[in-house]
């Protein structure tokens, strides 16, 4: 039991880093999650769409070559 004191003292220097991350972290709304969200999912739609097109249009150009 050589550390005794150390421990407890690491232990209290690690729960002040934790509570200072803890508090750094901006919080996010509801509303303000739900827009970012959704604003998410609109650009992977278009990312969908813009790789649908090119398949679409990579099949019409296989299928003229021929």
Do not use: C, F, H, W
Request: net charge positive; glycine share 4%.
């Amino acid at each position: 039991m050589t550390r005794g004191n150390q421990r407890e003292m690491d232990r209290a220097k690690a729960a002040k880093k934790q509570a200072v991350a803890n508090k750094s972290k901006a919080k996010e709304s509801n509303t303000s999650l739900a827009k970012r969200k959704e604003a998410d999912a609109e650009i992977l739609r278009a990312k969908q769409k813009k790789r649908d097109e090119e398949k679409a249009a990579e099949a019409n150009g296989a299928k003229s070559n021929k």
